[in-house]
C-alpha cells in the first residue's frame, strides 16, 4: 500500500540553526500539506502546496518557513532559523484529487531546538 | 469559526463497551469530516470520513454520526477492544483541503 514517507524520523538542532525536513508524498497525488503538533497538543496546519506554488498557509508560516518540491518525488519544510518554540512533531501529507477529501499523513518528524 | 471543538479530552471504556466521543464545528463551509486515529509517536492515520449529504457512515465497529443543523458530529466505537486505545481527532475541511483539527481525545480501554 502506497504511503507518506519522511526523513528524518527526529532531529535535534540548535537554536537559529536552519533545518531541512522532508516528504516523500504517495507517487500520483498532487496536494501536499505540511502539519505541525506540540507535544500534546492538537495537529494545526502550516502550509498546502499545489503545482509548485503556495496554495494557502496558516499564521504560523512565518518567513521562517519555506517549502520546495525540487524534484519529482520529494517535498520538503525549511525552518531558516529555528527557535524553541519550533520543537515540535511535523507531518508531512498528501491528498490525491481537489477540493476537501483524505489526507494521508506521514509518520512525522520531531524536531527539538535546544 | 474555523474551530473544531472536540470533547472529552479522555475518556476510559471497560472492554466491551461503547466509546462516544463528539465534535462540533461552527463554519458551515466545512464540507468534509474525518476522524484520524493517532498512536503514540505514530503519524494521524485515517479511521473514518463523512461528508454532510449524510446523517451516518459505519465501517466495521466504528460510526460517525453527523448532525448537520446542530453543527455536530461523533464518532461511537463499539464493542471498544483494548488495541483501540490511541488518541483520536475530529476534523473538518472545505475546498482548500485544509484541515481543523479538534483538540483529541485519549481513548483507554480497560481490559
Known amino acids: 500500500e502506497p504511503e507518506v514517507t519522511q526523513t528524518p524520523s527526529h532531529q535535534v538542532t540548535q537554536m537559529g540553526q536552519e533545518v531541512i525536513l522532508r516528504c516523500v508524498p504517495i507517487s500520483n497525488h498532487l496536494y501536499f500539506y505540511w502539519y505541525r503538533q506540540i507535544l500534546g497538543q492538537k495537529v494545526e496546519f502550516l502550509v498546502s502546496?499545489?503545482?509548485?506554488?503556495?496554495?494557502?498557509k496558516s499564521e504560523i508560516f512565518d518567513d521562517q518557513f519555506s517549502v520546495e518540491r525540487p524534484d519529482g518525488s520529494n517535498f520538503t519544510l525549511k525552518i531558516r532559523s529555528t527557535k524553541l518554540e519550533d520543537s515540535a512533531m511535523y507531518f508531512c501529507?498528501?491528498?490525491?484529487?481537489?477540493?476537501?477529501?483524505?489526507?494521508?499523513f506521514g509518520p512525522g518528524t520531531r524536531l527539538l531546538v535546544l | 469559526q474555523q474551530q473544531v471543538k472536540q470533547s472529552p479530552q479522555s475518556l476510559i471504556v471497560q472492554k466491551g463497551g461503547i466509546s462516544i466521543i463528539n465534535c462540533a464545528y461552527e463554519?458551515?463551509?466545512?464540507?468534509?469530516f474525518p476522524w484520524y486515529q493517532q498512536f503514540p509517536g505514530k503519524g494521524p492515520a485515517l479511521l473514518i470520513a463523512i461528508r454532510p449529504d449524510v446523517s451516518e457512515k459505519k465501517e466495521g465497529r466504528f460510526t460517525i454520526s453527523f448532525n448537520k443543523s446542530a453543527k455536530q458530529f461523533s464518532l461511537h466505537i463499539m464493542d471498544s477492544q483494548p488495541g483501540d486505545s490511541a488518541t483520536y481527532f475530529c476534523a473538518a475541511s472545505m475546498s482548500s483541503g485544509k484541515l481543523v483539527f479538534g483538540q483529541g481525545t485519549r481513548l483507554t480501554i480497560n481490559p
Open positions: 501529507a498528501s491528498k490525491g484529487g481537489a477540493g476537501s477529501g483524505t489526507q494521508y
Open positions: 463554519n458551515t463551509a466545512f464540507d468534509y
Open positions: 502546496f499545489y503545482n509548485n506554488e503556495i496554495s494557502e
